[in-house]
């Protein structure tokens, strides 16, 4: 195909989730948009939680991204927005290579960890935004 034509161009919904080894969450709403032109992608999303049973897991992740990441490309970048944490430092998060996942990590005095998810939920309901850009 002529490189100089658009012809890759999708838009819909995927539904967000947040995968925890322990513990479970109640979603009142789990809501996310997608456009994807040629390989670039960018999504929104809004979850809501109105319960929690502890988690205790160490590496939060959250799933169901609507196209995996390429292995190639930058790892993108995300603006997210979350109400009732109790992490320390800088949260942020990327695509995992080959999955359609999204890793979550704190940045503290230049050192990037893991998210916990109990700290990430520290009460029943919370509210979770994102905006996120990557290449497939």
Known sequence: ADPNTFDDYERGDWTPVFELTSGSLTYSHQVGEYQKKGDYVSCSCWMRTT??????????????????????????????????????GQVHCYPVVNVSTLAMKAVNDGVSADISAADFFSADVAVFQLLISYFT
């Open 51 to 88: 319960g929690r049973t502890l988690p205790v897991n160490i590496a939060l992740l959250m799933a169901g991204l609507p196209f995996p990441k390429n292995a190639v490309e930058s790892r993108g970048g995300a603006v997210m927005y979350v109400n009732a944490s109790t992490v320390t």
